[in-house]
């Protein structure tokens, strides 16, 4: 079975400039997060879709930080415009939403540079 | 606010020898979760704990949630190189909400 798959795997920016991250989540998977890891902290959730609705976008700096999920499948994150501090790994995870446990299956992860 | 306290933060131990790490919070959680990530890689569950008290084995590695479901540890027997990692611990809390804490940095030398 393959995994949760994201793209591209490292990006480097200046600041100011937009970028988008791509994630491919487990075949059946109906649920999808959007996670921030900064260098030495624990992930911090941005975004959680059920389908192609959003849950849970209390952490998402929507003036910057938009995300959707097309058709229930793949997701696109985007920033526009990056500052500094978003510069840390962007972490795309699924679930199988059939039970109350949120096990979750994540992708490798784009680090992000903003210059 | 929910929060998960981790620690300690850094591990360095040698081969062999045994561990434990905690993962902590004031309130209560429906379930928790333990991942451990590598260096460029995202985290890969480990184990899920839902009962108050339960205890699970993994190998070397041995997983137990509190009686009261607000607390967690994390006990490592006999070490080796291959365990080092980035260890986090994940709740979901009463309003369905997943809070990871900041990790434990285990270094295991040769």
């Known amino acids: 079975e393959a995994g949760v798959a994201q793209s591209p795997r490292y990006k480097i920016i200046e600041k100011r400039q937009s970028v988008a991250f791509w994630c491919n989540p487990i075949?059946?998977?109906?649920?999808l997060y959007w996670y921030q890891q900064i260098l030495g902290q624990g992930p911090k959730l941005l975004i959680q879709?059920?389908?192609?609705?959003?849950?849970?976008d209390s952490q998402l700096p929507k003036d910057r930080f938009s995300a959707e999920r097309l058709k229930g499948v793949d997701s696109t994150l985007k920033i526009q415009p990056a500052k500094l501090e978003d510069s840390a790994v962007y972490l795309c995870?699924?679930?199988?939403?059939?039970?109350?446990?949120?096990?979750?299956?994540f992708g490798p992860g784009t680090r992000l540079t903003v210059t | 606010t929910q929060l998960l306290e981790q620690s300690p933060q850094f591990l360095s131990i040698q081969e062999g020898e045994n561990l434990t790490v905690y993962c902590n919070s004031s309130?209560?959680?429906?379930?928790l979760q333990w991942y451990r990530q590598e260096p460029g890689e995202g985290p890969v569950l480990l184990v899920t704990?839902?009962?108050?008290?339960e205890v699970k084995k993994l190998k070397r590695l041995t997983f137990q949630f509190g009686d009261a479901r607000k607390d967690s540890s994390l006990h490592i027997t006999a070490a080796q190189p291959g365990d080092t990692g980035l260890y986090l611990c994940?709740?979901?809390?009463?309003?369905?909400?997943?809070?990871f804490g900041k990790g434990t940095r285990l270094h295991i030398l040769p």
């Open positions: 995870a699924s679930s199988f939403s059939g039970g109350r446990v949120y096990e979750q299956y």
């Open positions: 309130s209560v959680f429906s379930s």
């Open positions: 075949s059946g998977h109906a649920t």
């Open positions: 704990v839902v009962t108050g008290g």
């Open positions: 879709f059920q389908n192609n609705g959003v849950v849970d």
């Open positions: 994940a709740g979901e809390s009463r309003d369905d909400k997943i809070i």
